[in-house]
C-alpha cells in the first residue's frame, strides 16, 4: 500500500526500504519529537547489530541520532578504517576528524590523531598532516613523542616547509640529548668532534 500509494520504494535489496522522496523522509522526520527520534535510531542500530551488518557509516547516524557519541566515534573509526583500506584517504581523514570531534578525551585520541596524521600524508597533504603529528605527540609516551615529532619533521621537509622541519628536528634531538647544528661550519665541526670520539673508543 505504501509503495502504491508513492510513499515508499524498493532499495534493490530485501533487506531495505527506502522513502519515495528525500522531502517525504524530512516531512516525518520533523514531526516526530527529540525523544521519539532518538527511540527510533536506538531500534535501528539494535536491528543492524542483530544482522551484524557491515555499515559503519549507518550505524554512525544512527548512534549520533540516539545521542550516543562514544557508539559514534567508534562507527567513525570503523568508517576510516574502511576507507583507508579502500585508499580512500581524505575520507579516511574526514572520519577520523569525526571520531576526534565526538570523543576528544578517549584513551585512543592519540592512536585517532595518528590514524588522521598518516590519512592526511597519504592524501598528499605534508604541512596538514605534519602539524597533527604534533598534535597527537603532545600526549603521547615519551617513546612514542618522538617518533610522532619524527614523523612530524619529515612530513614539513616532504612539503617544502623547511624552517619548520629543521625546528621540529631540533627539538627531537634536544629531547635525546644532542644538538642541531645551525650553520654549515657547526655542522663539519660536530662531524670531526663525533670521527674523533669514534676513533678514541
Do not use: C
Not at 578517549?106 to 598518516?118: F, H, K, T, Y
Not at 604541512?127 to 619524527?150: C, F, I, K, N, W
Amino acid at each position: 500500500l505504501l509503495r502504491a500509494d508513492r510513499l515508499l520504494r524498493d532499495s534493490g535489496s530485501a533487506l531495505r526500504i527506502e522513502t519515495y522522496h528525500d522531502r517525504i523522509r524530512e516531512t516525518m522526520t520533523t514531526r516526530l519529537s527529540a525523544a521519539d527520534a532518538r527511540t527510533i535510531h536506538r531500534r535501528l542500530i539494535n536491528a543492524l547489530n542483530a544482522r551484524d551488518a557491515d555499515d559503519a557509516e549507518g550505524l554512525f547516524e544512527h548512534y549520533r541520532g540516539a545521542g550516543d557519541q562514544e557508539g559514534a566515534s567508534r562507527q567513525a573509526v570503523r568508517a576510516a578504517q574502511k576507507a583507508r583500506d579502500a585508499l580512500a584517504f581524505d575520507m579516511a581523514a574526514l572520519w577520523y576528524r569525526s571520531a576526534l570531534e565526538l570523543a576528544p578525551q578517549s584513551p585512543s585520541a592519540i592512536d585517532w590523531r595518528q590514524g588522521l596524521a598518516e590519512s592526511l600524508a597519504n592524501a598528499g597533504r605534508p604541512h596538514d598532516a605534519g602539524e597533527m603529528y604534533l598534535d597527537a605527540a603532545r600526549d603521547a609516551p615519551r617513546a612514542r613523542h618522538v617518533d610522532l615529532q619524527s614523523r612530524a619533521a619529515e612530513q614539513f621537509l616532504v612539503g617544502g616547509h623547511v624552517d619548520r622541519g629543521f625546528d621540529v628536528i631540533g627539538n627531537v634531538l634536544g629531547e635525546v640529548g644532542l644538538r642541531f647544528p645551525r650553520s654549515r661550519r657547526a655542522m663539519i665541526a660536530s662531524f670531526l668532534v663525533r670521527r674523533l670520539q669514534l676513533r678514541w673508543r
